[in-house]
């Protein structure tokens, strides 16, 4: 019993590194991807939602967020990402232009 209660101790405490940063607890956050100088005067964004890491939907794409915002020419892309305690998840590409 004592080995299996520190196993599950160091799986919790190893994590993973990725290079999206992570909370365990709660995520909240926005990262750049891309960025070119030009006309940023438009706003588009897509979102997906996930529940319990069991169930996704939604269309995240670049186009997807093109069309929501009715850009032709994309000059900046951004993530969005929130979850809380991987219960509730929303991930967002949104994309600036004209």
Known sequence: MRWLALFAI??????CATYIPA????????????????????MGKACMT?????????????EAAKE????????????EVTNVLGIYGQYCTVVRGR
């Open 10 to 15: 160091l799986v919790l405490l190893a994590g």
């Open 23 to 42: 909370g365990v607890v709660y995520t909240g956050g926005t990262m750049g991807v891309q960025g070119n100088p030009g006309d940023t005067s438009k």
């Open 68 to 79: 929501a915002g009715g850009i032709k020419d994309v000059a900046i892309i951004n993530y």
């Open 50 to 62: 996930s529940i319990l890491a069991l169930v996704a939907w939604g269309d995240a794409s670049v």
